[in-house]
Nanobody, 124 residues
């Protein structure tokens, strides 16, 4: 199972970006999906998460500016980021709790998967 993230870039303060992340492989289903970020010299922290049923949760610092959504049919999660500020500069990672199909046993196994990260830079 792999997660592929895209959509990062360089923007001016007040600008917008939309991040996308798609899971592929032997996927039975995906429980929670989330976006984390890590700025230079800082620990990775949760930005937003969304449950299987579509219930979102946001870090206080992005509440009202960012919107997380998902498309279960596409095994994808998105992060719409508006009114970006320099403090939003970081590498953004997607995360998913994936039920992986096990063909030999016919069962499933839960796997915590991470994407490769995409850089978001907001100019000073």
């Amino acid at each position: 199972v792999q997660l592929q993230a895209s959509g990062g870039g360089l923007v001016q303060p007040g600008g917008s970006l939309r991040l996308s992340c798609t899971a592929s492989g032997s996927i039975y289903g995906i429980r929670n999906m989330a976006w984390y970020r890590q700025a230079p010299g800082k620990e990775r922290s949760l930005v937003a998460s969304i449950t299987l049923g579509g219930l979102p949760n946001y870090a206080d610092s992005v509440e009202g500016r960012f919107t997380v959504s998902r498309d279960n049919a596409k095994n994808a999660v998105y992060l719409q980021m508006n009114n970006l500020q320099p403090e939003d500069t970081a590498v953004y990672y997607c995360n998913a709790e994936i039920w992986v199909s096990l063909p030999q046993s016919g069962g499933v196994s839960e796997q915590d998967s991470w994407g490769q990260g995409t850089q978001v830079t907001v100019l000073q």
